[in-house]
């Protein structure tokens, strides 16, 4: 009896060890934070924009409609000339588009339920213009805050409902 026992317990530890990550995410999606109540199935698209191809450390948060979407990235510049936050050919910097955030020049913050790796300070706030589906980024800034850091971790904020 104590060798059957001892076998089901050994399989059991092993269902748990294949399938632990499917039962600790939501959805079963290792991207998807603890709280969230919609999977983003597929790619990710803020505003309808694919994530640059080169992402990494992709991690949402879904709550009311909302998405919140974490990932780091060296195609930043294009990223935002693509989801059109800033126009072909203007400054990245220019505060026509964005303006400095209130994140602290060492912070390591997240938003509130966003799981990963934390953003960095400084940061720059990109926010959506026109009428079409708004989206919000904020983008770390280099130490010194004039150019963006690259790769660069990015949080992008859009109505997903």
Do not use: N, Q
Not at 51 to 79: C, N
Not at 86 to 107: I, N, S
Not at 114 to 129: E, N, T
């Amino acid at each position: 009896m104590a060798v059957g026992l001892a076998f089901l317990a050994v399989v059991a530890g092993g269902v748990f060890w294949l399938f632990h990550d499917e039962w600790s995410h939501p959805f079963g999606d290792a991207r998807a934070c603890a709280g969230s109540d919609a999977a983003l199935t597929g790619r990710i698209a803020p505003g309808g924009v694919p994530l640059p191809e080169d992402a990494t450390g992709i991690h949402y948060l879904t709550r009311h409609g909302l998405a919140e979407v974490s990932f780091r990235s060296g195609r930043v510049p294009d990223y935002l000339h693509r989801v059109g936050l800033v126009p072909e050919g203007e400054p990245l910097m220019d505060e026509d588009y964005g303006g400095a955030y209130g994140w602290a020049d060492d912070g390591h913050d997240m938003p509130d339920g966003l799981c990963g790796p934390a953003l960095k300070g400084p940061v720059w706030s990109y926010r959506g213009r026109g009428s079409g589906p708004g989206v919000g980024v904020l983008v770390e800034r280099a130490p010194g805050g004039t150019t963006l850091r690259t790769p660069a971790r990015v949080i992008a904020s859009y109505d997903i409902g």
